[in-house]
């Protein structure tokens, strides 16, 4: 077997965490065929006890501690620098050393990056095969930022826009292959990095259907004769802020207004003041970390992705559909997944059509959407299957 570099910004566990699970089936991958070595940051002080099951994964791993406050404060030199923000934030001496004294002692000659900030530990090593997954274009969503934003935040996120799509665009000039997570993310950057454009490619996120299945027995978190509906991720992302925040203003009103016993459940660990806030309305709840969240998706009678700033494809989507829960998605959030709206989802733009979308949900008999969803899932989203190109990409010229 040979030996892989691999970088990851945040450690690739647990398997099925929103933000983890891309990363993780993709170590996953590797691990079969070559020795993979690891370098990754810990920024949640309860990933730490992952530790021990990555390692296992890999030839030899190190972890670095990242701490986002710390982290915050380093990435505002680079506005001096003129620079990505994002590529201070992930600067630390001791990762770097690690790489180089690994790169040094097993003479590698492949190396994997996920996503852009990661990209500045192999920059030094042009002789070796080099392939980025950029997962998304983020130096777009930071330009979504900034265009919902009042100044100075607007500034801010248009430098780190302009300064992070120039990294961007000179790692696919020098990289081997430059991979996102669909074709519409694929074609996003081959617009704004034309001179790379033989070399960027996509490939799909999966799902564990095993994992994430209508099929098994879960105890409903909710109390009896809740109308259930829910939205599940990261409470602290504030795409996921602002899609909660809009859904109970504009459309959870007018479904209360028709069925007064329905509740809006916000499913997700860090809950920001915001979200914590919205908790003081009558029929929202916010959970903050559960141990799983599959009983809420499974019991909820709709799935909801009322988002507006969104980039690559949505988890949360795709595991509400393996579920067999009716799903119903904004054009952004569905943006990158194959499904055919009104026969596997519903799809709604604004307060008004999220509410009769969901209303028309909760008036069915059957749940002919949701079935027709999980054989989507079952058919297109195979992991093994779509991580297939990474071996073509890593070995060919």
Not at 127 to 135: N, Q
Not at 319 to 340: C, D, F, K
């Amino acid at each position: 077997m040979e030996d892989l570099l691999l970088l990851i910004h945040r450690i690739p566990y647990p398997p099925n965490k929103g933000d983890k699970i891309r990363s993780y089936h993709l170590l996953k991958h590797l691990a079969r065929d070559y020795r993979v070595h690891l370098a990754t940051f810990v920024d949640d002080a309860d990933d730490w006890q992952h530790v021990p099951k990555v390692e296992a994964m890999c030839a030899s791993s190190h972890f670095a501690t990242l701490n986002p406050l710390l982290g915050r404060v380093r990435s505002l030199g680079a506005l001096v620098k003129n620079r990505s923000l994002s590529l201070d934030y992930y600067d630390d001496a001791g990762l770097r050393r690690w790489v180089d004294q690994t790169v040094a002692a097993h003479g590698i000659k492949r190396v994997l990056v996920f996503s852009s900030a990661m990209a500045q530990y192999a920059d030094k090593y042009p002789e070796a095969r080099r392939v980025i997954d950029f997962c998304d274009v983020d130096s777009d969503k930071w330009r979504q930022y900034a265009d919902k934003k009042t100044w100075p935040m607007s500034w801010l996120y248009r430098h780190e826009a302009r300064q992070l799509l120039d990294y961007e665009r000179r790692v696919a000039r020098d990289y081997d292959a430059s991979l996102f997570v669909s074709e519409p993310e694929a074609a996003l950057f081959r617009q704004l990095a034309p001179e790379s454009d033989a070399r960027i490619g996509w490939f799909s996120n999966g799902v564990d259907t095993d994992y994430f299945t209508p099929h098994a027995d879960y105890a409903s978190p909710y109390a009896p004769g809740e109308i259930a509906i829910a939205f599940t991720g990261a409470m602290d992302y504030w795409p996921n802020v602002d899609a909660v925040q809009w859904f109970a203003a504009e459309a959870l009103p007018l479904l209360r207004q028709r069925y007064p016993a329905l509740q809006f459940y916000i499913v997700g660990a860090r809950p920001s003041a915001d979200v914590q806030e919205l908790a003081k309305q009558d029929g929202i709840h916010v959970t903050g970390t559960v141990p799983d969240v599959r009983p809420y998706i499974a019991h909820a009678r709709a799935a909801v992705a009322p988002l507006r700033i969104a980039r690559g494809i949505q988890n949360k989507v795709l595991e509400a559909m393996a579920m067999a829960t009716p799903t119903v998605v904004s054009p952004q959030a569905l943006e990158g997944i194959h499904a055919e709206p009104g026969r596997e989802l519903l799809l709604a733009q604004d307060g008004a059509g999220f509410a009769e979308a969901v209303g028309s949900l909760l008036e069915r008999s059957d749940n002919t959407m949701g079935l027709a969803a999980r054989a989507r899932v079952e058919n297109h989203y195979s992991w093994p299957s779509n991580l297939a190109c990474i071996g073509e990409r890593l070995e060919c010229s």
